[in-house]
């Protein structure tokens, strides 16, 4: 038994954010942006929250798949950036969809977010747990960006995409590989809410985002090829099997330095970040979407889906779609 993935969706935010745009509220350029990253513009959620971008990609996903949103057994929402702290992304989306029988939480594995998620629904579902699981990754990171910070601010976009799965005889996620180096957290953070405990001295202040890029750039860089080399090797594949790799989009140099590691063609590295910048546990699913709708996978293609972020986490798997 395999977890297949029957219908996929996405949603970006209306208002569209070039860098050039961004070069008038700060010191940056064009130029800059691009030829360090590869982005050349963002999307920004100033009108919608994340629970109505969920909800529009998973009813897409949902009507690709054919399937009710009563009929979901589960919903898996990936994010770090949910529109409330209680209750969570996935229980706002139950009430949204009307997925009344589905049991609803959220995995929180920043830009792994949705590999874990998707992961996470196939033990459910090879253990024979559930058999219709809505899985979404999506952000609204611009409400928790440093926008004095150029260095990272600039990276980041929201929006949502959403995969629907259940089970399979012959297609579908062939292996996986998670991993965590909690150690290194401290490259990619953001501190809590003000803390409100009124016994607790020196409260701190919000905090958003901060990042060593070039931590994190060395982690990506070294971690994505052995992540998806062994998930490859476990699915009983060899690279040159692989139609597709779906890297998470942080930045196209990483993604240029993993083909390079893995020798394989930058054509088979689909990208999305010109447009959408980094969208954390969105990045992935979004971009399986453009692939997906745009006619780019065949059945029984094998593709790669790849995550690395904050936490320091990192997840591969291989589907034969
Ligand atoms: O999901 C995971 C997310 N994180 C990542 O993927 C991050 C991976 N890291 C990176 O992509 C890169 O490290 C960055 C793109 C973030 C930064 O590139 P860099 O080559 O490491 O630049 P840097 O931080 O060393 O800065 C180089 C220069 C500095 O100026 P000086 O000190 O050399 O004069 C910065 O002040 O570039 C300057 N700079 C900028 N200039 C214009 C930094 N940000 C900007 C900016 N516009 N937005």
């Given at each position: 038994?395999?977890?297949?993935?029957f219908g996929?969706?996405?949603a970006?935010?209306?208002r569209?954010?070039?860098?050039?745009?961004?070069?008038?509220?700060?010191?940056?350029?064009?130029?800059w942006?691009?030829s360090?990253?590869?982005?050349g513009?963002r999307?920004?959620?100033?009108?919608?929250?994340?629970?109505?971008?969920?909800?529009?990609?998973a009813?897409?996903?949902?009507e690709e798949?054919g399937?009710l949103?009563?009929?979901?057994?589960?919903?898996?929402?990936?994010?770090?950036?949910?529109?409330?702290i209680?209750?969570?992304?996935s229980?706002?989306?139950?009430r949204?969809?009307?997925a009344?029988?589905?049991?609803?939480?959220?995995?929180?594995?920043a830009?792994?977010g949705?590999?874990?998620?998707l992961?996470?629904?196939d033990v459910?579902?090879?253990?024979?747990?559930?058999?219709?699981?809505?899985v979404?990754g999506g952000?609204?990171?611009?409400?928790?960006?440093?926008?004095?910070?150029?260095?990272?601010?600039?990276?980041?976009?929201?929006?949502?995409?959403?995969?629907?799965?259940?089970?399979?005889?012959a297609y579908?996620?062939?292996?996986?590989i998670?991993?965590?180096?909690?150690?290194?957290g401290?490259?990619?953070?953001?501190?809590?809410?003000?803390n409100?405990?009124p016994?607790?001295e020196?409260?701190?202040?919000l905090?958003?985002?901060?990042?060593?890029g070039?931590e994190?750039?060395?982690?990506?860089?070294?971690?994505?090829p052995n992540?998806?080399?062994?998930?490859v090797?476990?699915?009983?594949l060899?690279?040159?099997?692989?139609d597709l790799?779906?890297?998470?989009?942080?930045?196209?140099?990483?993604?240029?330095?993993?083909?390079?590691?893995?020798?394989v063609?930058?054509a088979?590295?689909p990208?999305?970040?010109?447009?959408?910048?980094n969208?954390s546990?969105?990045s992935?699913?979004?971009?399986l979407?453009?692939?997906?709708?745009?006619?780019?996978?065949?059945r029984?293609?094998?593709?790669?889906?790849?995550?690395?972020?904050?936490?320091?986490?990192?997840?591969a798997?291989?589907?034969s779609?």
């Amino acid at each position: 038994m395999r977890t297949r993935i029957f219908g996929t969706g996405s949603a970006l935010p209306k208002r569209k954010v070039s860098n050039d745009d961004l070069s008038k509220i700060m010191d940056t350029s064009d130029d800059w942006i691009k030829s360090r990253t590869g982005i050349g513009a963002r999307h920004l959620a100033v009108e919608e929250s994340l629970t109505e971008l969920t909800a529009k990609a998973a009813s897409q996903a949902l009507e690709e798949a054919g399937i009710l949103p009563e009929e979901l057994d589960m919903i898996l929402g990936a994010t770090l950036s949910p529109d409330k702290i209680l209750p969570s992304l996935s229980c706002e989306l139950q009430r949204e969809l009307g997925a009344v029988n589905a049991v609803a939480f959220d995995i929180n594995a920043a830009c792994s977010g949705f590999l874990f998620a998707l992961q996470t629904a196939d033990v459910y579902i090879r253990c024979g747990q559930y058999q219709k699981i809505l899985v979404v990754g999506g952000e609204i990171l611009s409400k928790m960006m440093d926008w004095n910070d150029r260095a990272t601010c600039v990276l980041f976009g929201d929006g949502a995409g959403a995969a629907v799965v259940g089970p399979d005889e012959a297609y579908g996620v062939l292996s996986s590989i998670q991993g965590s180096n909690g150690a290194k957290g401290d490259v990619l953070l953001c501190e809590n809410r003000e803390n409100n405990n009124p016994y607790v001295e020196g409260k701190k202040s919000l905090s958003y985002v901060s990042m060593n890029g070039q931590e994190v750039y060395k982690f990506a860089v070294r971690t994505v090829p052995n992540a998806v080399l062994k998930a490859v090797r476990q699915a009983g594949l060899t690279i040159e099997d692989i139609d597709l790799f779906l890297l998470h989009q942080a930045n196209i140099r990483i993604i240029e330095s993993v083909s390079k590691r893995l020798k394989v063609p930058m054509a088979k590295f689909p990208t999305n970040l010109e447009e959408c910048g980094n969208i954390s546990a969105g990045s992935v699913p979004i971009l399986l979407d453009y692939v997906n709708q745009n006619g780019m996978l065949q059945r029984g293609n094998h593709i790669v889906l790849a995550g690395f972020g904050a936490g320091l986490t990192w997840g591969a798997s291989v589907l034969s779609w």
